[in-house]
């Protein structure tokens, strides 16, 4: 069983910058796409972004392009999320995935979740 754990949520003030932490249990977690998702209070879940295995390849939502960067370092079994320029309707919980096979753009392709973590951007 995968286990994913994120970190570094918090309220930050618009135009403000965090940076968020998921670290997984076992080393498979380095075989496979991860990636975040958010929802927002009364919203679906939405992709936000992913990257490839080996961190070569990265995809993004347009709403988040250019502004937030996603990284992984295998040797920690960690993924990053680093969140520039935050905008209030960047409020949401964000959660950390990993994809059931070579592709994470949307829910049903996710395997493992965690548990998220609340991200606030005051205006």
């Known amino acids: 069983q995968v286990q994913l754990v994120e970190s570094g949520g918090g309220l930050v003030q618009a135009g403000g910058s965090l940076r968020l932490s998921c670290a997984a249990s076992?080393?498979?977690?380095?075989?496979?796409?991860v990636g975040w998702f958010r929802q927002a209070p009364g919203k679906e879940r939405e992709f936000v972004a992913a990257?490839?295995?080996?961190?070569?390849?990265?995809n993004y939502a347009d709403s988040v392009k250019g502004r937030f960067t996603i990284s992984r370092d295998n040797a920690k079994n960690t993924m990053y999320l680093e969140m520039n320029s935050l905008k209030p309707e960047d409020t949401a919980v964000y959660y950390c995935?990993?994809?059931?096979?070579?592709?994470?753009?949307?829910?049903?392709?996710?395997?493992?979740w965690g548990q998220g973590t609340q991200v606030t951007v005051s205006s």
């Open positions: 995935a990993r994809a059931r096979s070579s592709r994470l753009l949307s829910l049903v392709d996710v395997a493992y």
């Open positions: 076992v080393r498979t977690f380095t075989w496979y796409p």
């Open positions: 990257i490839s295995s080996n961190g070569g390849s990265t």
